[in-house]
């Protein structure tokens, strides 16, 4: 293997085998004869990362992204092929799954260092380290099974990174305790990231994909569907998983066939609110709208509809007196003098028929808040008279 | 290697600490229950039933007992512990790599360690009595044929009770049978000559016959006992590195 490559893996499959009985199996070491059920998770995959590169991997639940993940973190032996890798492998895959309760936590720290092979020396140098990120204070002295779970992943996290590894396995990791920590933890792999190792990214969400991953690889039934620069790959199985979507939708409620394939052609890619998050009363609010549309033949027409947080509808606001929509587009709704009060509120944006029959695609903003002004209490103005 | 030992380290801390976890007695429980079931035989034996259990009439039964039973204790906790590790520490087993059949030899040497407590209380009595002598520590090597030897049997179980896991339940009348089957509560020589033989089909009676030559008779066992117990202890741990070496792989598949 080269000296650039990081991880190759070549016809790698796993099989597994699904035993009725612990004993079969043994039956099967012993006699070789076969006692079991087979499920393929992944067939043949033939892929190279190279050093210092951010590989994402996506895919549907069941796609076999764990099973990968497993075999490349080495908690699972592929059923054939090769797995080649240039230097220490850390998973965030499991968090936490060595630790002992009865331990405290710097004891773990040693323990789980030991677990992956690091001798004591190397992780004495290191502990600080992991006990000023984890920032759990004197509750490191104390045994594990004295911490709240969120300071267990804390632990689990800062100790996983601390081994130091050169290649990084991260299994939706990000969302580790607090919304504090979920930052601080985001900020370290990225940092392992410019310090030029290697990772490998599974996620469900594609803005982090997009954000981390330099190439990513899309998943399906242990296949590889997909290779390709991040962009490219989340945005082809954006579209898929919104075609799957409208022909769920499309069976259910039996629509034609014109109008689910056009559901699936017209996207909204992105919306931004300014300002945002805080919203004075009386600001101009304005709601920037990226339409995509594949199809640039089907005519649409776009809704808003303005929700409290506690999803009270306020008011629906369509483009009816626009001739209908066709192709991208980027359009955008302003509300001059926001006559809101006090209060959090969303929108909601629809892609509709031109009919307003339809929805084609819907996409939720982010929360935005109207800061309290006046002593009187309500949530909207209205023009008003007083007669005395 | 290093490393090795210090994972060893780390699983036998483990294993001691979760052992002794909220248990106000600590490691006197080692001792205590032991030495209760000691006094259990003494009585049953020579009180109730008057037997004269064992020839050597200048060392009190008692003595007898407690020489052997410690070590008996150390095979016994062994064997039947190492069964369950696999299955005891399935998360990890399944998460983490790292080579697993440290955790039966940590499991195997945390039992010794409980067990030579027990050793050290004897050879304390023992002494205290006036009756020691500085040969006792021949003792040594055959404590470490033994340990070879549980060594291997607790691989060997280990890597199989995940797959056959009733398996466990008749290891404790096997164990029941070793036990009493061996020379611990009698002396060899009070065996029918006829069946003494067939003692020897039961490997601890090499060790604990081992024990007994050294600490009472004063004489280190013959030739053919170190060769016998060698060959016991050496083939066992082969047997047990083998087998569990085969079928590790397959933990992941069913635990």
Same mark, same amino acid.
């Given at each position: ?388 | ?47 109730? $039933?008057? *037997?004269?259990?064992?020839?050597? @009439?200048? +060392? =009190? &039964?008692?003595?007898? /007992? ?84 549980? $060594?291997? *049997?607790?691989?060997?179980?280990? @890597?199989? +009770? =995940? &797959?056959?896991?009733? /398996? ?88």
């Amino acid at each position: 293997m080269s000296e650039d490559i990081a991880i190759s893996m070549k016809d790698v499959s796993k099989v597994y085998r699904l035993y009725q009985k612990p004993i079969d199996r043994l039956k099967e070491i012993f006699f070789r004869t076969r006692c079991h059920n087979e499920f393929v998770a992944l067939d043949g995959l033939n892929i190279r990362v190279k050093k210092g590169e951010t590989l994402g991997i996506i895919g549907e639940n069941g796609a076999g992204k764990s099973t990968l993940l497993k075999i490349i973190a080495k908690t699972l032996k592929p059923t054939s092929g090769e797995v080649n890798m240039n230097g220490m492998v850390s998973s965030l895959l499991e968090l936490g799954s060595g630790f002992h309760p009865e331990f405290t936590g710097i004891d773990n720290i040693y323990f789980y260092g030991s677990l992956l092979g690091i001798p004591s020396s190397e992780m004495k140098r290191r502990v600080q380290e992991v006990v000023s990120f984890a920032e759990i204070g004197e509750h490191i002295n104390y045994p594990l099974k004295t911490y709240s779970s969120g300071m267990h992943v804390r632990l689990a996290f800062s100790v996983a990174m601390a081994v130091e590894p050169d290649i990084l396995v991260v299994d939706e990791a990000l969302s580790v305790g607090d919304l504090y920590f979920q930052k601080k933890s985001t900020d370290k792999i990225l940092s392992v990231k410019e310090k030029g190792k290697t990772i490998l990214f599974c996620s469900h969400s594609m803005y982090y994909v997009n954000r981390l991953c330099d190439r990513v690889i899309w998943l399906k039934n242990g296949l590889i569907a997909m290779e390709g620069s991040a962009h490219e790959v989340t945005q082809a199985y954006e579209t898929y998983q919104l075609k799957k979507e409208a022909a769920k939708s499309a069976e259910t409620l039996e629509r034609d066939e014109g109008t689910a394939s056009a559901a699936s052609s017209i996207v909204i890619r992105d919306v931004v609110l300014t300002p945002f998050p805080n919203v004075r009363s009386g600001d101009d609010l304005t709601v920037g709208m990226e339409i995509m549309s594949m199809d640039d033949s089907v005519p649409y027409r776009v809704a808003a509809v303005l929700f409290r947080i506690d999803e009270l509808r306020i008011i629906s606001i369509g483009t009816k007196d626009h001739d209908p929509l066709y192709g991208s587009r980027n359009i955008s709704l302003c509300f001059p003098a926001l006559q809101l009060k006090e209060g959090t509120f969303f929108l909601n944006i629809l892609i509709m028929d031109e009919q307003f029959v339809h929805v084609y695609n819907k996409k939720a903003t982010s929360y935005f808040t109207v800061p309290k002004e006046s002593i009187e209490p309500g949530f909207i103005n209205i023009p008003y008279r007083w007669t005395i | 290697m290093i490393n090795w030992l210090n994972l060893v380290k780390y699983f036998l801390i483990k294993d001691i600490k979760t052992r002794y976890a909220g248990s106000g007695l600590g490691m006197l429980w080692t001792i205590m229950m032991p030495v209760f079931q000691i006094l259990l035989y003494w009585f049953v034996f020579s009180t109730v $039933m008057r *037997v004269r259990p064992h020839s050597n @009439a200048q +060392i =009190p &039964y008692v003595f007898f /007992l407690l020489s052997t039973y410690f070590f008996w204790l150390a095979i016994s906790e062994g064997i039947s512990r190492s069964g369950m590790t696999i299955i005891e520490n399935a998360e990890i087993v399944k998460k983490v790599p790292f080579p697993i059949i440290i955790l039966p030899i940590s499991i195997t040497l945390s039992s010794y360690l409980q067990s030579m407590v027990g050793v050290i209380f004897f050879i304390l009595a023992f002494t205290f009595s006036g009756l020691s002598h500085l040969s006792m520590f021949m003792i040594v090597p055959v404590l470490i044929l033994q340990l070879l030897f549980s $060594m291997g *049997v607790g691989m060997l179980l280990a @890597a199989i +009770i =995940p &797959y056959m896991r009733d /398996l466990q339940q008749i290891i404790g009348y096997v164990l029941q049978g070793m036990f009493f089957l061996s020379p611990i509560l009698y002396s060899l020589e009070t065996v029918p000559e006829n069946v003494r033989g067939l003692t020897y089909l039961n490997p601890v009676t090499l060790y604990i016959e081992s024990y007994h030559k050294i600490i009472f008779e004063r004489t280190l066992p013959g030739l053919g006992y170190w060769g016998a117990m060698a060959l016991c202890s050496g083939l066992f741990l082969f047997l047990g590195i083998k087998v569990f070496k085969k079928l590790n792989e397959g933990f992941a598949d069913i635990l």
